[in-house]
């Protein structure tokens, strides 16, 4: 049984035209002595003939070709026609729409990815031994080199190159150890700056309050307007446009 | 088992190159290839044997003019298959105008009989012939196409694939089924030649 079921395969290989010299020869070998695969070979090669001779043609291939190729010197306007200029364009028309077609998909991916991919990114700057305190209202914070502003809250890593924003309705407190604290008031702008090494706040504008353990090393406070210094264990600073 | 008509697709492309290069005996051998392929393709749409020989006539003079527009050779025989088809189309197309608005008459299904009895084939009646015929043009064209590209013009389905484009596990399957299908409706008639 497991003999004729080679046999068969052979047979399914026969009728879609792979089959090999050898396993031809090899089913015919078979076939004298199983009578099951003879007569399911048989009925396979039947019924090729049988549409091949059904579907016959009544002139013969060699007529044919002899026939048309007299009309076609017989028959001038029978000629080969150049490439159309239609052909070619309507290639380049079916290359534009398959290159626009790609070029959408592409857009879309990059569209679907980059949103994705924005909300999750992880910025390229090291992150910094500070963490996220209280936080009042929605205060927002867009890493170096994003355009995009997200809501900060307390489990969010903090990178150099943050930017915090704060509403007239939120603010927040950024622990720098396990006793110091910076608080961003209302309507301000903090910045996380690399510098000499250190990481230097940047208030843009708005108002910040530290509160540092005692005793503290050197601590600043950048602004636009010049470099504080924190000679006590708590001070605010206040940027305005004043 | 019918000999693949193409072994090797540089054939297709040389004589389709030495046609464009104005060797009308190189057309000729392109008909002689597939001249049976493009036969049967029209008898399966079209019931009349002299008619499908017109559409093949026909369909071999369109690709002969537009040879120049084929762009790849080597899918020679697919390109062919679908003129035909086309040129099927407008067969039947212009017999039904005709027919709606001359009044022209079909040949009645006996004398066809009487004209295909001529066909070359010792083992099979007329009547015979004309069920298989019917069998196969019941059938779903892309199953017609498989039948006909496999057992007239003896290409292997790795070829069909090929030429049609496709990939060759859906045209192996493909002509299974029509394999099995035409095998089912033709049970009576192929016990009946048995015998």
């Not at chain 2, 004589?15 to 005996?25: A, D, F, I, P, Q």
Request: aromatic share 6%.
């Amino acid at each position: 049984m497991m003999t004729c079921e080679k046999y068969k395969n052979f047979i399914l290989t026969y009728i879609d035209g792979t089959i090999t010299d050898g396993q031809l020869a090899e089913l015919k070998t078979h076939a004298e002595t199983c009578e099951s695969c003879r007569m399911e070979f048989k009925r396979c090669v039947l019924l090729q003939d049988v549409v091949k001779h059904a579907f016959s043609s009544r002139t013969s291939a060699e007529q044919a070709g002899t026939a048309l190729v007299a009309r076609l010197s017989a028959e001038p306007h029978l000629r080969l026609r150049p490439a159309r200029l239609g052909t070619a364009l309507f290639a380049g028309k079916r290359a534009a729409i398959a290159a626009g077609i790609l070029l959408a998909i592409g857009l879309l991916l990059g569209f679907t990815l980059g949103r994705a991919g924005k909300s999750a990114r992880t910025p390229l700057t090291a992150r910094v031994p500070i963490s996220v305190g209280k936080i009042e209202g929605t205060v927002l914070v867009r890493h170096e080199g994003s355009d995009v502003w997200q809501a900060l809250d307390a489990s969010s890593n903090v990178y150099l190159g943050d930017t915090f924003h704060s509403t007239s309705r939120s603010a927040c407190a950024l622990r720098l150890d396990e006793e110091s604290t910076l608080e961003l008031n209302q309507n301000s702008m903090l910045i996380l700056k690399l510098y000499n090494g250190e990481t230097q706040f940047f208030l843009e504008h708005g108002e910040c309050t530290a509160s540092l353990e005692s005793p503290h090393g050197p601590f600043f406070i950048s602004t636009p307007n010049g470099r504080v210094e924190a000679m006590g264990t708590e001070f605010t600073v206040t940027v305005t446009d004043e | 088992m019918p000999e693949s008509p193409i072994m090797t697709t540089e054939t297709d492309k040389q004589l389709v190159k030495s046609t464009l290069l104005g060797e009308t005996s190189a057309f000729g051998a392109i008909v002689e290839r597939y001249w049976n392929m493009v036969v049967a393709l029209a008898l399966s749409k079209v019931s009349d044997p002299a008619e499908a020989e017109d559409i093949a006539q026909e369909s071999f003079l369109k690709a002969y003019s537009q040879l120049a527009g084929l762009r790849d050779p080597s899918r020679l025989a697919g390109w062919l298959s679908k003129i035909t088809m086309q040129q099927c189309y407008n067969s039947i197309r212009k017999s039904v105008r005709c027919k709606n608005v001359m009044g022209c008459k079909a040949t009645p299904l006996d004398s066809l009989d009487e004209i295909s009895a001529v066909t070359a084939n010792p083992g099979l009646t007329q009547n015979q012939i004309d069920f298989v015929r019917r069998t196969i043009s019941r059938m779903p064209e892309k199953f017609r196409t498989m039948i006909v590209m496999r057992f007239v013009a003896g290409l292997s389905t790795v070829q069909i694939a090929e030429q049609l484009g496709k990939r060759p596990g859906t045209v192996r399957v493909r002509l299974l089924r029509a394999y099995k299908l035409l095998r089912k409706d033709l049970a009576p008639l192929l016990e009946e030649v048995e015998s």
